[in-house]
């Protein structure tokens, strides 16, 4: 027999839900910043306004990837 869950079941796998998700966004960052320091280390991008958009670029995977850190552990916090 199926019962619907409870609101406080609901409410906590949208909690693990959200968790997963930050988690996989997190992995991503992780993944980006990984291929834009190739790009930047190997000279792939060789001209001084590729490698400045690639920098760039880093910067803000960086960034995405502190606001995920911040968004698991309030996460973590949560439950």
């Known amino acids: 027999m199926n ?4 609101a406080d079941a609901a ?3 949208d909690q693990l839900d959200a968790a997963s998700v930050a988690q996989s966004l997190r992995t ?3 993944g ?3 291929i834009f320091d190739r ?8 001209d001084g306004d ?3 958009r690639i920098f760039d670029a880093r910067v803000a995977a960086e ?3 502190d606001l995920t850190r ?3 552990e309030l996460l973590r916090v949560a439950s």
């Open 39 to 46: 790009q930047l280390s190997n000279g792939i991008a060789a």
């Open 50 to 52: 590729a490698r400045s």
């Open 11 to 13: 409410g906590a796998l």
């Open 70 to 72: 911040e968004l698991v």
């Open 3 to 6: 019962r619907p869950p409870t």
């Open 63 to 65: 960034r995405g990837l």
């Open 28 to 30: 991503d960052f992780i």
């Open 32 to 34: 980006l910043i990984a």
